[in-house]
């Protein structure tokens, strides 16, 4: 079937030239690229979203802790109310609502222990405060593969399997911010969302023109947590395996494989746009979906249930509503990435 999108096919070669003429002035100095005091990881991807890019950033977030290194996660926070800088989370406690911050950086705040993580639209100048409030040992850049005002010291890049092995167009046509080609920029390339060794072994032989070290990965659920209160639960005690599914993320299809592969019978799916911020009429919704389907429990995912938290809480608490927590299991090349994680970090 031809995607209704494939009408802007002509529009895409306006956008390669676009982007070509912008990664030839980064080249060429003539767009200028800041440094920072401190050694910079950027973390991001050439395709607009639904890469599993904050469970790996959780992951280098978190390992970077493990390695005793004080790590402040950047973001520009995208979908947010609030503009300029802002702090998120200062290691120790929460310092913005989902709402002023985002959903995604509230998100990882909660998931990596003792990270400042902070926003600002401006990352060179975001990066520039928190390195002075905060004196971090490593900045970790979320979603900065395009953002080329800010030096790095490993430029990781994620790319879905699905996204090699069958192809995609450039925006608007498709998903891709930037050309195939532009992965030669890249320090090292994590092929996400793999569903078996097999299909990373095809990824991999298509991504092997680049001569860059690969690594792959498969998103995988960690269990449940109550949405209310955060805390993780044993499955044991949730009431019941049949689900409505609440999410609102760039891939609603991989959350929906989450449930199943926790065991849940998924009887409505509610999928909303990306980012999108609950509002009343939305949890009335979800709560007649919940009745009608004589469902056992509401399912949502982690960036969505920090939306839900934050706004509706009364409807959170007053019914049963578990967050689907997402981990990912490396496939091939988890020394590969842990070993540049330490070199650039210098532990």
Known sequence: MTSPRSILIPLAGPYEAAVAVRNWFFEKGILRV????????????????????????????????????????????????????L???????????????????????????????????RRVEAMQQVTRAFHPDVIVLDDAFQHRYAARDLDIVLVTAAEIIRGDRLLPAGNRREPLSSLRRADLIVVTRCRNAEEFETARDRLSKFNKPIAGVRTTPTGLSRTATGDMVEQGSVPGRTAVLVSGVANPAAVAQSAADLGFVVAEHLRYRDHHWFIDADVREIGAAFRRRAAHVILTTAKDAVRLRSRHADFVAAHPVYTIRIGIEFLSGREIVERVLRKVSGR
């Open 34 to 85: 800041a440094s920072m005091d401190v050694p910079v990881i950027s973390v991001g991807n050439i395709a607009a979203g639904g890469t599993g890019k904050t469970p790996f950033v959780a992951f280098a977030a978190s390992f970077l802790r493990q390695l005793g290194a004080r790590v402040a996660i950047v973001s520009r926070g995208y979908g947010r109310r609030s503009k300029g800088y």
């Open 87 to 121: 702090v998120v989370s200062n290691g120790r406690q929460r310092c913005a609502e989902p709402w002023n911050g985002g959903d995604e950086p509230a998100e990882l705040a909660e998931a990596v222990d003792g990270a400042i993580v902070a926003v600002g639209e």
